[in-house]
């Protein structure tokens, strides 16, 4: 049984920082490519990271700079590192191992707010 589960989200002030996890159960951690996604209440989920076999990593322009992905194939593990988080990042954040199909973890909420 694949189980993606995240975790580290929270509510953080503007300017702040949030480290996401998402750990891997039941595939062969290491043959997939990993997606960060976000989704904000009323919009459409959003591509926000990913990280290849390799390691070569992509981001969407809004987090570039800010945002970045990593992973730890020892650990199974994921990471989205979030600094100088903005009000505009607040979303449900969702971690996608890529493959046909696909598998979603269950999402960790991220607010931004003063």
């Known amino acids: 049984q694949v189980q993606l589960v995240e975790s580290g989200g929270g509510l953080v002030q503007p300017g702040g920082s949030l480290r996401l996890s998402c750990v891997a159960s039941g595939i062969i951690f290491s043959a997939y490519a990993m997606d960060w996604y976000r989704q904000a209440p009323g919009k459409q989920r959003e591509l926000v990271a990913t990280?290849?076999?390799?390691?070569?990593?992509d981001y969407v322009n809004s987090v570039k700079g800010r945002f970045t992905i990593s992973r730890d194939n020892a650990k199974n593990t994921v990471y989205l590192q979030m600094n100088s988080l903005k009000p505009e990042d607040t979303a449900a954040y969702y971690c996608?191992?890529?493959?046909?199909?696909?598998?979603w973890g269950q999402g960790t909420q991220v607010t931004v707010s003063a």
């Open positions: 990280i290849n076999r390799s390691g070569t990593t």
């Open positions: 996608h191992a890529r493959s046909i199909g696909g598998y």
